[in-house]
């Protein structure tokens, strides 16, 4: 599914964050990625999600070659990425339906549809009764729960969450990982980035880690 | 979605002001193009005969004088509905506006006779059979003094149609501007979109349906209130000026016929589908630039 080939991403001239990367995740699976405040994890991210394009090296997505890609097709693999993004991106003047429908509006998904999924999936986590409330008026947990629900609602083959859990309290982040889990069980691959160690502990996934400008599978 | 309010209020009153002038210029280029034809098809089979000494002897029948003679060769001639002969006030009448009272005491006016063809006019046929007959006698078919008059109705049609043109250019310029502007203030959520998968036709549609909503009751608005003040002026006209407008308050009504009050009424929603695609490609064109 992704597949990086000697990556390297440079912001400023012969100084790499990332170097050499070296990365394949396949299908149905479920990483972890961790590294210090600016080890390149949000870069690494970037790339996947074809924000960022690397310095040297070859990146496939989903058995396509990401260098000379044109903007439908760019289009096209976004619309298979979910993003739980650090900061959230909401879009404030949205009511929280319509932010978590916005992807399956982006898909093509008729009304009726999104009149069902998204209610049932804001019920899931936990905000069936803020339907119709703006970003401004939720938590910060409660906002970080929308970007999830907005990433996952139209069922992504990958799903990258940066920080998913960074603003909600323990409990709210256990059943967080079990909607991630169980989008792992329906196909979805997940790429989680995280500083939280006792997550990464409790559920037994592989782990990419960042030194150094260097990744290791653990 | 996308916020710019106070861009889309501006661009609303612009729209509406500029299909308001568009359709006040169409109309006035429409009711030009239609009174100047129905009123030149009314001259067309018009000749006006001037004859010298009226009254004397006729060369070829002396019981009668020169304009009896003509007037009975007229009657007999084959294609002319009317006749009708101008008297001395008539014709002084007619070149007030241009001679003086002294000159024109001085002057031996002729005799005119206006005379309608039932077909187009044939000249040289009408010249033979009058003009041979009596000498001195001109005929006059108006092409010289009308062939100006056309190309001055050309060229203020082609002007109202260039004014029309450049309204629009002007409202889809405001578009563009506008568009522009709501780029570049919605930046982070085209971005967010963008990451989503939403690509450049999934944002134009977006703005599609924004700018829709604005100009969509301007451009209507706008042509209302044209119509409306074409009515007023109309009516404004024919009580104060009715010896040059002459009608009724429906007379606008009746001078444009059923194609051009349609093209009239088309105008707002040809104006909005070129809009919806000015916006379609412009928001393609500056997202590509963007990336």
């Given at each position: 599914m992704i597949r990086f080939q000697e990556v390297d991403v440079c912001y400023t001239p012969d100084k790499p964050v990332l170097s050499k990367i070296n990365l394949k995740i396949d299908s149905d699976s479920f990483h972890f990625l961790t590294g210090t405040s600016g080890a390149g994890k949000s870069s690494l991210l970037k790339m996947m999600y074809l924000a960022l394009k690397p310095s040297k090296g070859h990146i496939e997505m989903f058995g396509r070659d990401t260098a000379n890609l044109k903007m439908f097709e760019v289009s096209n693999i976004r619309k298979r990425i979910g993003i739980v993004f650090q900061d959230f991106r909401l879009i404030q003047n949205l009511s929280i339906r319509e932010n978590v429908a916005?992807?399956?509006?982006?898909?093509?998904?008729?009304?009726?549809?999104?009149q069902r999924h998204v209610p049932e999936l804001l019920d899931w986590v936990g905000l069936g009764d803020h339907l119709d409330s703006f970003p401004v008026s939720l938590s910060g947990g409660e906002q970080q729960r929308v970007a999830i629900a907005r990433a996952v609602i139209a069922r992504p083959s990958l799903l990258l969450a940066d920080e998913p859990t960074g603003n909600v309290d323990d409990k709210i982040a256990e059943r967080l990982m079990y909607l991630f889990e169980e989008l792992y069980r329906a196909g979805t691959s997940i790429v989680v980035a995280t500083h939280n160690k006792d997550l990464i502990n409790e559920f037994d996934y592989p782990v990419f880690h960042i030194t150094e400008g260097n990744l290791i599978l653990q | 979605m996308l916020k710019n309010k106070a861009a889309n209020i501006f661009l609303a009153w612009i729209i509406l002001s500029?299909?308001?002038?568009?359709?006040?210029?169409?109309?006035g280029v429409l009711i030009s193009n239609s009174s100047s034809k129905e009123w030149l098809e009314s001259v067309d089979n018009v000749v006006t005969v001037q004859v010298s000494d009226p009254n004397a002897k006729s060369e070829v029948d002396v019981a009668s004088t020169r304009l009896e003679t003509i007037v009975k060769k007229l009657r007999i001639t084959a294609g002319i509905n009317k006749i009708e002969i101008f008297d001395e006030e008539q014709t002084l009448g007619l070149l007030n506006s241009w001679l003086s009272q002294d000159i024109l005491n001085d002057i031996n006016l002729p005799t005119l006779i206006e005379?309608?063809?039932?077909?187009?006019?044939?000249?040289e046929q009408i010249s033979q059979t009058i003009g041979s007959l009596i000498?001195?006698?001109?005929?006059?078919?108006?092409?010289?003094?009308?062939?100006?008059l056309i190309f001055l109705i050309d060229i203020i049609e082609n002007l109202g149609w260039i004014i029309f043109i450049l309204i629009l250019i002007v409202c889809l310029a405001s578009i563009i501007f506008a568009i522009a502007m709501n780029i570049a203030n919605n930046g982070e959520v085209i971005?967010?979109?963008?990451?989503?998968?939403?690509?450049?036709?999934?944002?134009?549609?977006?703005?599609?349906k924004q700018i829709l909503l604005v100009i969509g009751p301007s451009a209507l608005i706008g042509s209302l209130i044209?119509?409306?003040?074409?009515?007023?002026l109309n009516d404004y006209l024919v009580t104060t000026l009715p010896d040059i407008f002459p009608g009724s308050i429906s007379s606008l009504g009746e001078v444009l016929n059923f194609w051009e009050w349609s093209l009239i009424a088309s105008t707002p929603l040809v104006f909005i589908f070129l809009s919806l695609i000015t916006v379609w490609v412009s928001v393609v064109v500056l997202l590509g630039k963007l990336k």
């Open positions: 916005l992807p399956l509006r982006i898909h093509g998904a008729k009304a009726k549809i999104i | 500029m299909i308001y002038l568009a359709v006040v210029t169409l109309t005379v309608k063809l039932s077909k187009p006019i044939n000249k000498p001195g006698v001109s005929i006059d078919d108006h092409s010289r003094w009308k062939q100006k971005n967010l979109i963008d990451l989503m998968g939403g690509g450049s036709s999934f944002i134009a549609e977006i703005f599609q044209a119509i409306v003040t074409l009515f007023i």
